[in-house]
């Protein structure tokens, strides 16, 4: 590539790095898709019907998180008048609508069914009612990060703010190496479990409604204080901050591609 046209992308390169996190979030989407699909065929091929619950099982650990960041949003929220009714695990069973008198939180809502669930009651027609609903409804989003994160450094000793495609290193010096043995599959469960259900998003519309509203009012009302500038400065900076998610999105791409690989080899395997 001639010079000038190097020069010519370099002014849309951070455009290229803000794009890339919705690039990796969309292949991130299709390669788990593409994961479950092979789990699917391999349970049922092996056990019938009853190995269409492989998914659900494989992913257990990431149902606990995605169960108990619910909980621990009600719970912080008890002083307004939340009550955590009942929570369970490992109870595969038909989805339930929801109930009177207060909100159910669900995970596992494929095929109709769900491995867990968080039951709550709070005071109807509050403003911190929606809040904690809102808040509760999209916790698991936050608590599968901060394990992600936690997941990472037992990995590599590392945290995923290090990583850098100019001095990558997998391991920190003298860190086990073993840890590579389990986390890598642990991150595939959190990751599997950490978007909020449709369910979920139903119950923090109000409250994600209102906030993205103060956000945009908050934005408006420092660009007219000029204490916030669109300008290059600020497009540097927020590419630097899409750089290390798009880093991270590649981690969980190379994940997903290895686990995909070892599935299809087992699926050749059952096919047989």
Avoid at 97 to 123: A, D, F, H, T
Avoid at 210 to 225: E, K, T
Wanted: with cysteine; proline share 4%.
């Amino acid at each position: 590539m001639d010079p000038t046209s190097a020069a010519q992308l370099k002014i849309y390169e951070p455009w290229f790095i803000i794009a890339g996190v919705f690039v990796c979030f969309i292949l991130l989407r299709f390669t788990r898709k593409a994961l479950r699909r092979r789990i699917d065929e391999i349970g049922y091929r092996l056990r019938g019907e009853r190995g269409l619950l492989f998914w659900f099982w494989l992913n257990a650990p990431g149902v606990i998180v995605h169960e108990l960041s619910h909980a621990l949003v009600v719970l912080l929220f008890r002083p307004f008048g939340f009550r955590i009714t009942s929570i369970s695990f490992f109870h595969i069973q038909p989805q339930q609508q929801r109930g009177p008198g207060g909100r159910v939180v669900k995970s596992g809502r494929r095929q109709s069914l769900q491995l867990g669930e968080v039951q709550y009651i709070r005071p109807s027609g509050r403003f911190m009612s929606y809040v904690g609903d809102g808040m509760s409804a999209i916790a698991p989003l936050f608590g599968g990060i901060g394990m992600l994160l936690l997941l990472y450094w037992v990995a590599t000793g590392y945290s995923l703010w290090d990583l850098s495609i100019q001095h990558f290193q997998l391991l920190r010096p003298g860190w086990p190496w073993w840890t590579l043995v389990f986390a890598p599959y642990l991150i595939l469960t959190v990751t599997s479990e950490f978007w909020p259900s449709h369910q979920d998003w139903r119950g923090a519309r109000w409250f994600l409604m209102g906030l993205a509203s103060l956000l945009l009012a908050a934005v408006a009302f420092l660009y007219l204080l000029k204490y916030l500038v669109f300008n290059n400065a600020l497009l540097q900076q927020v590419s630097a901050i899409a750089l290390h998610i798009d880093l991270a999105l590649g981690v969980l791409l190379v994940l997903d591609l290895l686990f995909l690989l070892i599935a299809e080899l087992l699926l050749q395997l059952v096919r047989r």
